[in-house]
């Protein structure tokens, strides 16, 4: 099996869906699919950022392109270890936890932020707004303003939400939702969805706003639930990292060593 096959492969298993489901995407051959995880065929060129958009990874990352020997999804899940916003409680990668309040200082929240903004321009999302869920979301969603202008010269607004209201009854801080504003919501992790989806209603509530994606650090939600977001608010989420990607890291050795985890924070 090739680099591309065995990326395709996982990234299809990650996102729990099947070769079929797959190949209906792009509007080709189930057996089109196969071969290519199998190792016998590559998926012709035109395909590459169609294959790339369904996945929720850049080109780079579907080539199986390394940065300093490692790719852009292995790079974060060693910065998040080395900086503890990665945790394995029992040894294990089977119960991992996300610990995001471990990023205090701002190399680490640009770094985090960065890996935001990429995701956005590289899936065209051109959002009018980038909305943070509180509380986490509020440093992510300032983080990904700063990195889109610093990185890529675009300017957008950026606010997130109150968990209670203010003396004034106010649910919003920084940039409020206009009717037709474009959003791209960014949170840490996703795991019932309950509390994503109650956070959404008051904001379509207050305003018509298209929900454009929902991008999270980890989205270790049930499939169902993850689809049901996905249909009932006509938007898609992308993940920066997937539980399959945490564990394949540490199976693979990716995780830092003591001896290199200064160079990472």
Excluded at 23 to 31: C, M, N
Excluded at 202 to 214: D, K, M, T
Excluded at 222 to 245: C, M, N, Q, V
């Amino acid at each position: 099996m090739n680099e591309i096959g065995r990326n395709i492969k996982r990234l299809r298993q990650n996102k729990a869906v099947t070769q079929e489901q797959t190949a209906e995407y792009l509007h080709i051959s189930a057996q089109a699919v196969s071969k290519w995880e199998c190792g016998t065929a590559m998926p012709d060129i035109a395909l590459l950022p169609a294959l790339a958009d369904y996945f929720g990874v850049s080109i780079d990352e579907l080539l199986g392109y390394r940065r300093g020997g490692y790719t852009e999804k292995e790079n974060l899940i060693r910065l998040m270890y080395a900086n503890g916003g990665l945790v394995f409680p029992d040894g294990t990668p089977k119960n991992f936890r996300l610990d995001t309040e471990r990023f205090t200082t701002n190399a680490q929240i640009s770094k985090i932020g960065r890996c935001f903004a990429d995701c956005i321009r590289d899936n065209h999302l051109n959002p009018d707004i980038i909305f943070g869920i509180a509380y986490h979301g509020i440093a992510f969603s300032a983080a990904a303003a700063f990195a889109l202008f610093e990185n890529y010269g675009t300017t957008v607004q950026y606010g997130y939400d109150r968990m209670v209201p203010d003396s004034r009854g106010r649910y919003f801080c920084g940039c409020t939702p206009q009717n037709g504003n474009r959003v791209v919501i960014v949170d840490d992790l996703i795991c019932s969805g309950k509390n994503l989806s109650e956070r959404i209603e008051r904001l379509l509530n207050y305003a018509e706003i298209q929900i454009v994606s929902i991008v999270v650090i980890a989205d270790v939600s049930p499939s169902p639930r993850k689809h049901w977001i996905e249909e009932r608010y006509g938007t898609k989420i992308f993940s920066l990292l997937t539980a399959g990607d945490i564990t394949a890291a540490y199976t693979d050795g990716i995780i830092p060593s003591e001896k290199s985890l200064d160079t990472l924070i």
